[in-house]
Structures are given as C-alpha cells and as structure tokens.
C-alpha cells in the first residue's frame, strides 16, 4: 500500500487547524493533526517543503519505519515544529492502518482497557459566582471532573478564564485563550503574590459548595518560581486536588525535587513536551504523577503510546493535553491511547466549536462525561475538504504576560 498523495490542508473554522491527509494507491485517506497553536505556518512550511517530498511512494504500513526515518534522517531532531509534522505523519498512517484492517485505531494498540475516558472541563470565573455558575454548567454538560481558573481581584485579564460565559452559547464560547485572531498578540497582567495568596481561598469555597467528592484540578501555567510552587501546593492540600498543572516553567526540570520535598499535592506537566528525552527524568524519578504530553506535539500516537507505557512501570499515569488548539484528528488519535492503555488518568475536553465540528466529522462520543473515540474504522475522523476551503487562516497569537513594573513574564 503506497502512499500516492500528500496535502497539508490549512482551515480556520473556529480557529486555525493543520492537517496533513495522505492517500493511497489502494483509495485509504488517512489524516494527521499538525497544529502548533500561534506558529501553525511554520510547521505548514516544514510539511510543505520537507516532508511531503519524502512521503511519496513509501510503504503506508511502515508506521515505525517512517517515524524513524523522518526524526533521524532530519538530524535536527525535536523541537515543537519537528515533532508535529512527525505526528502528523504518524496519526495518518495509524488512520491509514485502521482502515485498511477495517479496525479502530485503538484495537491495533490493543483494545480497549476501559468503557470510557473520564473527562474534565474548563470552568473560570473572574469571581466566585461567575466559577460557580461556570461549574454547574459544566456539570449539566456531563462533566464529572472540572479545572477550575479564576480571576484574580487586582488583576484585569489572566489565562484561564473565559471571555464569554457558557451561558452565553455562543460560537468562542470555548475558544477564549487563542488565539485573539489579530496581527498582535494581547497583554495580560500578571502579580504572583496577589494570585498565591487568593488562590487557596476560591478552592475553599468551591469546595465547601461543591462538597469533597467532585474532582477538581488548576493549571499553575509555568507561572511561578521552585519554592513558590512548593508553598501553592501545600496551600492547596486541604482541598484535595485532583492535580496542580504547570507549577514552575517546563524547562527546569531539577526545580521539581524542591517541589516535591514540599507538597503531596498531585503534579502534571508536560503539554509543552516534544519527545521522551523532555519528561524522561520527571517520571523515573517519580516527580509527577500526571503526564500531560499530546500525541499532536509529542511525535504521534507511536511516541505517546511509548512514553504512557513508560510511565506505567513508575505508577504514572496520562493525562493528556486537550485544548481547543489540538484539533479533531489529534484528540482523536490521544483518546483511542487513552482508550488502550492501562494507565489512563484522566482526558482534557475542552471542546470545539460548532463550525469546526461541521469541517472535521467525528465518531467521538462524550456521554455520562466519559469519551470515546467510537468504532469507525482509523481514528474516526472525517475532513470536509471543501467545508475547509470556506475558512481560510488567520494570524493569531496567543497572548503574554507583564508585571506591574513591565517586566515580561511566563504566559
Ligand atoms: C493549557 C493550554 O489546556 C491547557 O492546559 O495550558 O490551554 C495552553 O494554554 C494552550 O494549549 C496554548 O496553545
Ligand atoms: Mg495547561
């Protein structure tokens, strides 16, 4: 079965989407999600240039071979922009694969260990009302796990928090955090101290109306510095998270040990991860409990099915990441690994919107707030290829942060 065509398909329905579809000589599309949120043409370009050139006339069967054959015959290995043309690559040959068995993607990784993925939602609220209000909503949708990010009195516009309520309805309802389409991106402010110091106390009150059983998580987003994480995390043990997400920045990884020494509260990271060599210390050592690496930045499917595996020898578990800025086809490929492995955590659902939803057709179902990638054969994705063509891109960034003084700080 040879691969006979490759085209990068570039929409922007609700926002902006890569996807890589291939084709076969035997008539099998298989599509591949290779969005990198604020930098989509530079991975547009490194498919475009680089890779499709490469794909013609290969064998679609030879899944592990081309992984390989595209990460070393690069030289230039890892990096966001590599790995998602990788994955791209990857998450079309395992559609591919399915289809030709006539198998959902999961069944080739093994079958399923479980009915269903719990899921969590995006609850925020610039006050307690406003997260109340949000997390009962969530809770009418299905959800049975929430995030809660809240605003911050003092501070005027923080990560997290929706711009429009999900009362509202609405089209952005979830698409908040890009990617303000524009030719710049948009400031927020930012304050540690004030954010620390009011945070324990929204938890305390979600918790005393929520009760002790509802599983709640927060997103720290790589804001603060070692010892500052320590003491958020031993702020937050009486309300018993489900995890703390992005305590400290990503690229000091010894920081965690400080972290550790100090609090019981659950650690994810790892969103921002390209390949194993990024997270392999943080789970042999055992310094977090959650891996939040996607198939779309992290290589594939191959690569997330590996580093999940992994993790399972040290009792970590997955929890992948599921913004709206993973398309489709990428929240696909992560649900039927999640569907597969035994050391499934817990999925991010964010949720797309209606138009994004009409260009990629899903067999995905989210019921009970379980997900599940469904029984079609590949990853159960469909693109509309003309729907696309009726959203061209737009340039979008997402936001940054400053302190009060001016100083840039970590978005
Ligand atoms: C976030 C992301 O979902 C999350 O946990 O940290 O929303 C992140 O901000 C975006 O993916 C950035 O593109
Ligand atoms: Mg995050």
């Keep these: 079965m040879i691969i006979e065509r490759a085209e990068v398909i570039v929409t922007s329905p609700n926002r902006n989407f890569?996807?890589?579809?291939?084709?076969?000589?035997?008539?099998?599309?298989?599509?591949?999600?290779?969005?990198?949120?604020?930098?989509?043409?530079?991975?547009?370009?490194?498919?475009?240039?680089?890779?499709v050139p490469l794909l013609l006339g290969l064998d679609a069967h030879k899944i592990e071979d081309t992984w390989q054959f595209l990460y070393r015959s690069s030289y230039w290995r890892r990096g966001p922009v590599t790995m998602a043309a990788i994955a791209a690559v990857d998450m079309a040959l395992w559609d591919i694969k399915g289809k030709a068995a006539n198998m959902p993607v999961y069944q080739l990784l093994g079958g399923a260990s479980r009915t269903g993925l719990m899921a969590y939602g995006h609850a925020s609220g610039v006050d307690t009302e406003q997260l109340f209000d949000s997390i009962r909503q969530h809770q009418e949708l299905g959800y049975r796990s929430v995030r809660v990010q809240t605003g911050v009195p003092g501070l005027k516009a923080i990560y997290g928090i929706a711009?429009?309520?999900?009362?509202?309805?609405?089209?952005?309802?979830?698409?908040?955090?890009?990617?303000?389409r524009g030719p710049k991106p948009a400031?927020?402010?930012?304050?540690?101290?004030?954010?620390?110091?009011?945070?324990?106390?929204?938890?305390?009150?979600?918790?005393?109306?929520?009760?002790?059983?509802?599983?709640?998580?927060?997103?720290?987003?790589?804001r603060m510095t070692p010892i500052q994480a320590a003491k958020l995390g031993k702020s937050l043990e009486p309300y018993d998270l489900f995890w703390l997400e992005d305590c400290?920045?990503?690229?000091?990884?010894?920081?965690?040990?400080?972290?550790?020494?100090?609090?019981?509260?659950?650690?994810?990271?790892g969103e921002i991860f390209n390949t194993i060599w990024d997270i392999q210390g943080l789970i042999s050592e055992q310094l977090i409990d959650y891996v939040r690496t996607a198939s779309t930045h992290f290589g594939g499917i191959s690569p997330l099915k590996k580093v999940m595996d992994f993790a399972?020898?040290?009792?970590?578990?997955s929890g992948c990441h599921g913004p709206t800025d993973i398309s489709p086809v990428g929240f696909a490929a992560q649900l039927h690994v999640g569907l597969a492995i035994h050391n499934f955590g817990i999925q991010e659902y964010m949720q797309h919107g209606t138009r994004t939803n009409e260009v990629f057709q899903q067999s995905m179902?989210?019921?009970?707030?379980?997900?599940?990638p469904g029984d079609q054969p590949g990853l159960g994705v469909e693109l509309d290829?003309?729907?696309?063509?009726?959203?061209?891109?737009e340039q979008a960034y997402l936001p940054f942060n400053r302190l009060s003084d001016g100083t840039v700080h970590d978005w």
């Design 18 to 51: 890569v996807t890589l579809r291939l084709q076969t000589d035997e008539g099998h599309v298989g599509l591949g999600d290779a969005t990198l949120n604020g930098r989509e043409m530079a991975v547009v370009a490194y498919l475009k240039d680089h890779v």
């Design 163 to 180: 711009a429009q309520s999900m009362l509202d309805g609405g089209e952005e309802r979830y698409d908040h955090e890009p990617a303000r």
């Design 187 to 222: 400031e927020e402010d930012w304050d540690t101290q004030k954010y620390m110091r009011h945070l324990p106390t929204v938890f305390e009150a979600v918790r005393n109306e929520f009760g002790p059983d509802l599983p709640l998580l927060h997103d720290g987003h790589h």
């Design 248 to 269: 400290t920045p990503a690229e000091n990884q010894d920081a965690l040990r400080l972290v550790r020494q100090h609090t019981i509260t659950p650690l994810a990271i």
């Design 312 to 317: 399972a020898q040290y009792q970590i578990k």
């Design 365 to 372: 179902t989210f019921e009970n707030g379980l997900l599940h």
């Design 385 to 393: 290829v003309d729907g696309a063509g009726k959203y061209p891109y």
